[in-house]
């Protein structure tokens, strides 16, 4: 199989516009410089055969026929494995799925919110400590702080519900906008809990994000991510979908192969709307590690734990789900599902190893990914029973009735 490796060396990035809000210092001063971490050695052949054929016989046993979408697993930025199944439309079936291929990322579109956020917070242009209202005038809820939205712990119920029975004309696009105009006019009906009491997994707070980013930078928040990330990353097929591109965009098809049909809550983004590939995926990952993107201290605050109300392995950072394995290891993911987007993203810091699985047919399976983690260290994932649901648990604010989740 050919190999890629991807080495990041990121000069200095190109820098935001537009206003910015009052200066603040971001957190660990002492951590003044962004490093070039070491590069990891290239595999050893046998090492890198071993990973190569377990990670080919996870992944036949577990995708059948009827996976359309795409895969790939790396370790020390060298590809290990790379599928291609299906076709870009099932409606044709002419066109085969390929390394371009951008899919709806879904919620694993979160993490490039939360990060646009946070590089802000290291360019001291805000602080995650300050509340929403300071930047998005008008907001009623007080207390409500930018890293309780990254936490999921502000207590805004998903505007993906309160819209739905909100009495909003289905035949007209919301926008991030019209999220928060409701919410200015309705505080009664979009808070389920005091700010800051629990973690409570609500799309609304990356809606909002997504408004605070573009507030700060004065760019909209897809020219925000191409600027500080697509474009120096090279991710090249990777984007923000907006009404603008949806003829090009990929569709997303139910198990039966229909396509699933635009309704009025897919232009909100900052939850869900960013597009891209497994390939792309895997430079944004490599980038995260480089240090030349972000501050050491940055990231151990993205990926700091903040929800122990209930005991347990899965827990929440800024942006990233994670499991807290008893043996004192930690998985960094995020999984997605929206309309029929399954996708999976998930990280191994320790070993430097990426797996990445998307799909456009509501293919459920992709979220099984996860076990291959006990590949390269002691996740203990593959004692863990499948479930379909993890991505946005139905519980606690679930999906209503027929509502897709994501």
């Not at 400590?129 to 805004?156: C, N, Q, W």
């Not at 505007?159 to 009495?167: A, N, P, T």
């Amino acid at each position: 199989m050919k190999t890629i490796t991807y080495t990041f060396v990121i000069g200095v990035l190109l820098a935001s516009c537009g206003q910015a809000a009052q200066r603040v210092k971001p957190v660990n001063q002492g951590d003044t410089s962004l490093k070039v971490v070491n590069i990891p050695p290239p595999l050893d052949p046998q090492d890198f055969k071993h990973y190569s054929n377990a990670t080919s016989h996870f992944f036949d046993s577990i995708l059948s026929k009827g996976f359309n979408g795409s895969v790939l697993v790396a370790k020390n930025g060298e590809v290990l494995y790379e599928r291609y199944s299906g076709f870009k439309k099932l409606e044709n079936r002419k066109e085969v799925v390929d390394s371009h291929t951008a899919f709806h990322l879904a919620s694993v579109s979160k993490t490039f919110t939360a990060m646009a956020t946070l590089k802000l917070w290291q360019d001291g242009r805000l602080n995650i400590d300050d509340e929403v209202s300071k930047y998005l005038p008008g907001f009623p809820i007080a207390g409500v702080t930018i890293k309780m939205l990254l936490s999921h712990r502000s207590g805004l119920l998903n505007y993906v519900h309160f819209m739905d029975r909100s009495g909003w004309d289905k035949r007209k696009y919301l926008t991030n906008n019209d999220v928060l105009q409701y919410i200015i006019s309705h505080k009664s009906d979009v808070q389920g809990a005091q700010p800051g009491k629990h973690f409570e997994y609500s799309n609304t707070n990356f809606a909002l994000l997504a408004l605070i980013i573009e507030k700060v930078s004065g760019q909209s928040y897809a020219d925000y991510l191409s600027t500080n990330f697509f474009q120096p990353l090279q991710m090249k097929d990777t984007y923000v979908f907006s009404l603008s591109n949806m003829a090009t965009a990929e569709e997303s098809y139910k198990r039966n192969g229909r396509p699933y049909r635009m309704e009025y809550l897919d232009a909100v983004y900052g939850d869900k709307n960013v597009f891209s590939t497994v390939r792309d995926l895997l430079k944004w990952d490599q980038a995260l590690r480089s240090g030349n993107l972000f501050k050491q201290s940055v990231l151990d605050v993205a990926y700091t734990p903040y929800s122990f109300e209930k005991p347990g392995k899965r827990n929440y950072g800024l942006g990233w789900r994670m499991l807290l394995i008893p043996n004192g290891k930690k998985l960094i993911y995020h999984n997605g599902w929206w309309h029929g987007n399954r996708t999976a993203f998930i990280r191994l810091i320790d070993e430097n190893a990426t797996i990445i699985a998307l799909s456009n047919n509501d293919y459920t399976r992709v979220y099984a990914s996860k076990k291959l983690s006990d590949l390269f260290g002691d996740y203990k994932q593959g004692h863990d029973s499948f479930e379909e649901g993890e991505a946005d648990p139905r519980g606690r604010g679930g999906e209503p009735s027929g509502r897709k989740k994501k």
